[in-house]
């Protein structure tokens, strides 16, 4: 029982004692110590801080995957050069003219050049040439010929381009209480013709613009 006595107490000067020891170890080792972790000096860190003199001056970086792209100027346009045209003699354009003609017992305005469907002429073949007679009036942009009945000497020339048949028209009949029904269809026979020049007219005289303002 002593000896536990003893051991349980223990001196102030002891104790005073381990706690200077314990303060050494956590106490801050001096400058020439050969601890490994303090051993670097800040020298080796390079630490730079730059102040920047304006917004303007700020460049910002990118990484790799977000590098601008460059622009790849494209090359100018080459001149296409233009084919050169030589001037050539032109035929004047002949002057536009018109004629009413009849054929049978309608009259129809025709044009050089133009066709015209007509009643059946009989006798006339595909290709045929055929002159037309009953000149009614022709025309220009500044003259006009009258005919008194008909222009004298004045002819249309054309020729039968297809003998052929109209459309179908179709003539219905019908009777009240009798039962009387008629369903008939029908299809003229037509001919076609292509005007080919009015010729014969400049015998005749004409009435022109100048005259028609003079007798106003």
Known sequence: MATLSLCSTSSPSTALSKNQTFLNTLSVPKANSNVTFLSHSFSSLNLRFSKPNSLSSFVPKYSESEAPVAEIE?????P????VVEATSLEPKREEIFAVVMVGSRQYIVFPGRYIYTQRLKGANVNDKIILNKVLLVGTKTSTWVGKPVVPNATVHAVVEEQLKDKKVIVFKYKKKKNYRRNIGHRQPITRIRIMGITGYQDSP??????LEAAK
């Open 206 to 211: 004409a009435v022109t613009l100048a005259d």
């Open 74 to 78: 494209a090359d100018p346009e080459e």
């Open 80 to 83: 296409v050069a233009t084919p």
